[in-house]
């Protein structure tokens, strides 16, 4: 027997012989084990035949999966950076358009630079989810032994030099850093170990990229030159064919048929088997039907094709399918698979599926999609959607999403009726036992009872009745098919017109315009992105293998060839046309969606957005806590203590965090009501010209309390209420916060925490100028050195700042730069961002001036990690109100309530907002009951 080995294995099988035994054996290497053909003469046997026994041997340790996990999660820690960092780096775009439109007024508008920057949005989403689709099969690389990297990255060195370096690269290197640095007694040690591991595979990333890379396009050269018989050899010719060949690909108009088919494998080889009409579906696209206009032709610029002509896919290419055989069928595997993917379900012969299994799958296509359905609904229901609400989405998703695989569902049950429902009558009266569940399916019934020879092969129906399972052993499948015709191609000249415009519009306008607004960062990145996107799409060696549907064109003899063929069918299959691409585009898109959104609604909508809310003041009536104990910062003392009382009121700083969204008209007689008349001033002139003096003209929006007897000056910050606000929330915390995301999902993701830092730090690289001159912080900042510092006639002992939401953060950042008392309201930290801020915060200034109050269940003061000072706090609203517990008008109740008012008034909105309980009368006080008083002042407003 002549053995060889498929191109689709990822490594080539060992021989061993046995001269002694005559036997021979068969090693198939797999991540963690072998699996074992051995073949050796038949003793039983007359004819002196060979049996070959399959064995699957364990090859692998508990420390040998504990050393490729370790180099693993590095690889998966670094794979998370490159999201965040592909993620950021499509927001910093963003953002560029919304100055280079001059939406932000510092700078002029610029239609040439704002437009060139949107055309570069298409090679970033196409190169940066191809660069992720790298990184993913980087990671199962590494926990396979690095078997690509060594084949790819060093396939000329010998195998002992590349295991040395792989070793090098993940383990010694890192290992010996972290030797060094704690013999010298470094107290960052891990820091500096783990940036340098992270580095390392960082560096070799990179390297595997561009082989990657490197592969392809020789590949597709190599392909392209053995496709013709013309002896055509030269680099130039060859990369035109391959340009040309793209281009058509891409423009050219197809046809695609999709059906289903029943026969034997060997009439499937043949394409004579019988095809389900029912099931045969035909799309042609607008475009494809616009290709065959006599217009194009006639102005040569599209060739029709009558015949049209057969192309192929890489599974063609391949020559392989899945088989789905009783002993792999699952329900599990079934539910998951995609409604496209092309298997054989063998109906007939050895291995063939049962009717109980037939069944079972018709019944879990139904049962899941109605389960996946009744989950969504619920889930709908939950989040407090309507009910009408919840129909239309239902019914979008099962046309847009479900119905494909509704259809095919439906089909294949067409096909296999016959077999799952249908038991001849010539077959009864046949006994033959056995469980339901390992029945076998079978085509026609002998009319003789079987014998005692065939007896192995009878099973019983669903009802007892016998049905053979294939007497001749000639295998039936149903088969799903794909296939692809070319209607009309596009002409060479207009191919080489479109090269033209790709060029110049997709590559060469974004890259001068990027370099043109000043952001070398993203520009730097995006010739890089685009020159590598372009020779992979343009050399693409897959786009050869699916005209020619074979790999029989690659280069090589023997095992040089089965060498070329398997390392070209693992880029082919895993990277070039990976599922997974279409999965990161979809990623990538739906943030870039997402901020272009905020995007238009930010130039469409007013900069200025505040409030008239007013809260509904009870002077009499107060909150005194008797029964639980109180936070520990109901009042604050030093650093704090001068908002006119020995100590200040935790609820004052939350009550004038909220008081940063009102409108100044009434700010001043909410202030009153809340401090006394004449203790507190809002300062709205003083602030409005040093806005003007100071040509503060982004939307970050202030507040200047002061209070007279304690010359205390609180600045207060506006949060979130439009979509600039949520613009700036995503350029200052967005990074952190998938950063944080990917340290929950890691395994120990602990363990990166220390250089968090610094890898927003390096994400922070690709803003520009221009946009770090937008920052709001940077306006805070500026204010509150200016009250500090300068001359501005105004008598001030002392400045503090507080905010909510956005305003919280920007306290934050504010106050741990100038060195400012900060307080904030449900606010996102710093801890993480501190070293993307101009100029950088330290961890003592975070730890010791500010302070972050934490509403539960609140998402937003949870993004980046908190510093040392925080107060925990409960939150009233229901659990599946996402957005209630950010309500810093219920975290005021809430303070309220546990701390007690002091010497402050009770809010009636406490209780008929927030259902708190009603606040009881103070001593000696003739007022009304509590309703009645509210529902006077409710009426009198």
């Not at 018989?229 to 999709?258: A, K, M, P």
Request: proline fraction near 3%; hydrophobic fraction near 45%; include cysteine.
């Amino acid at each position: 027997n002549v053995y060889q080995d498929h191109f689709t294995l990822p490594i080539s099988s060992s021989k061993i012989r046995f001269r002694a035994t005559s036997n021979s054996v068969r090693v198939f290497s797999n991540q963690s084990s072998q699996f074992v053909l051995e073949e050796k003469p038949d003793k039983d046997d007359v004819d002196g035949k060979h049996k070959v026994i399959a064995k699957r041997v364990s090859d692998s340790t508990t420390g040998l999966k504990a050393l490729r996990a370790t180099y693993t999660l590095v690889c998966v820690f670094f794979t998370g950076f490159l999201v965040v960092f592909c993620i950021e780096l499509l927001l910093f775009l963003v953002l560029d358009v919304t100055i280079e439109i001059g939406a932000t007024n510092k700078g002029e508008a610029n239609a040439g630079r704002a437009m060139g920057t949107i055309l570069a949005l298409p090679v970033f989403v196409h190169g940066l989810a191809s660069a992720l689709v790298i990184a993913g099969h980087y990671i199962g690389d590494a926990w396979q032994g690095h078997t690509l990297v060594k084949r790819f990255t060093f396939g000329r060195f010998n195998g002992v030099l590349t295991e040395w370096i792989s070793f090098l690269v993940f383990l010694g290197i890192p290992i010996l850093v972290i030797c060094i640095t704690l013999f010298a007694g470094y107290a960052n040690w891990w820091e500096i170990s783990s940036l340098v591991w992270f580095s390392c595979v960082a560096a070799f990333y990179i390297l595997f990229a561009i082989t990657v890379a490197y592969f392809e396009n020789r590949a597709c050269l190599e392909v392209m030159k053995n496709r013709y018989d013309d002896d055509v050899d030269t680099w130039g010719e060859l990369i035109r064919r391959s340009v040309v060949l793209r281009q058509r690909r891409l423009y050219s108009g197809v046809r695609s048929v999709h059906y289903l088919a029943r026969g034997s494998i060997e009439e499937a080889a043949n394409k004579d088997f019988n095809i389900s009409e029912e099931s045969k579906r035909e799309t042609v696209s607008w475009y494809s039907k616009m290709t065959q206009w006599d217009f194009f032709e006639r102005w040569h610029m599209f060739k029709t094709y009558d015949p049209p002509i057969r192309t192929y896919t890489i599974e063609d290419a391949q020559g392989i399918r899945p088989y789905v055989t009783a002993n792999t069928w699952s329900l599990e595997k079934l539910y998951c698979r995609s409604h496209q993917s092309r298997y054989v379900a063998i109906t007939k012969g050895p291995g063939a599926l049962t009717r109980a299994q037939l069944k079972s799958s018709l019944y879990c296509s139904v049962i899941g999609n109605s389960l996946g359905i009744l989950l969504m609904a619920a889930a709908l229901s939950w989040c407090g959607l309507s009910l009408g609400g919840v129909l239309v989405v239902v019914i979008l998703v099962v046309v847009f999403a479900l119905l494909p695989g509704i259809k095919q569902s439906y089909h294949l049950y067409l096909m296999t009726k016959d077999l799952v429902f249908e038991i001849a009558s010539h077959t009864k009266g046949v006994e033959v036992s056995g469980d339901d569940e390992d029945e076998e399916v079978a085509g026609d019934v002998p009319k003789e009872k079987p014998t005692a020879d065939t007896e192995e092969d009878v099973l019983a129906d669903d009802d007892g009745h016998a049905a053979p399972r294939g007497i001749d052993n000639d295998s039936e499948g149903l088969y799903q098919c794909f296939e692809r015709y070319r209607i009309a191609q596009p002409t060479e000249t207009l191919c080489w017109v479109m090269i033209g415009f790709e060029t110049f519009f997709l590559f060469l306008f974004p890259a001068i315009s990027l370099f043109w607004i000043g952001n070398w960062s993203i520009a730097t990145v995006f010739v890089f992105v685009g020159i590598l996107s372009w020779l992979r799409d343009h050399l693409n060696a897959a786009l050869v293998l699916e005209e020619v549907g074979n790999m029989d064109l690659v280069d090589g003899e023997g095992v040089a060839k089965w060498q070329s063929q398997s390392r070209l069918n693992t880029i082919v299959v895993n990277i070039t046309r990976s599922k997974s691409h279409r999965a990161w585009v979809t990623v990538l898109c739906v943030f870039l969606l997402a901020f272009l959104g905020l995007f238009g609604i930010a130039v469409t909508t007013t900069k200025d957005t505040t409030s008239d809310f007013q809260f509904t003041y009870m002077q009499d009536f107060k909150y005194t806590q008797e029964k639980d104990l109180e936070y520990p910062t109901c009042t604050v003392g030093k650093g704090l203590a001068s908002l006119g009382s020995p100590t200040a009121s935790l609820a004052d700083y939350a009550y004038i965090a909220a008081l940063a969204y009102r409108d100044p008209k009434i700010t001043q007689g909410e202030l009153d009501q809340w401090f006394g008349p004449g203790n507190a001033e809002d300062m709205d002139d003083f602030v409005e010209a040093y806005r003007v003096e100071r040509n503060v003209s982004s939307a970050v929006s202030f507040k200047l309390i002061y209070f007279n007897d304690t010359k205390l000056g609180v600045v207060a910050v506006r949060g979130t209420t439009n979509a600039w606000d949520a613009l700036t929330d995503a350029q200052l915390w967005s990074a952190a916060a998938v950063l944080q995301g990917l340290r929950v999902l890691l395994p120990i993701g602990e363990m990166w925490t220390p250089i968090l830092d610094r890898m927003v730090t390096i994400i922070s690289w690709l803003q520009s100028e221009s946009i770090a001159r937008v920052a709001f912080y940077k306006d805070t900042t500026n204010f509150i050195n200016y009250l500090k510092n300068e001359e501005h006639g105004l008598e001030l002992r002392n400045v503090q700042v507080t905010g909510h939401s956005l305003g919280g953060g920007l306290s934050i950042i504010s106050g741990a730069q100038t060195n400012t008392a900060a307080i904030a309201l449900s606010g996102p930290n710093a801890m993480i961002s501190r070293e993307s801020f101009a100029p950088p915060v330290t961890v003592e200034a975070l730890n010791t001036l500010t302070l972050n109050i934490i509403p539960d269940r609140d998402i937003v003061p949870r993004l980046d990690d908190r510093a040392r000072l925080f107060q925990e706090i409960r939150c009233t609203a229901p659990v599946n109100d996402f957005v209630g517990c950010h309500d810093g008008r219920r975290s005021l109740c809430e303070i309220l309530f546990t701390c007690g008012t002091q010497n402050r008034p009770a809010l009636c909105d406490c209780h008929t907002e927030f259902g708190y309980d009603q606040p009881v009368p103070i001593d000696g006080s003739d007022a009304a009951s509590f309703d009645e008083v509210c529902k006077s002042l409710i009426e009198a407003e």
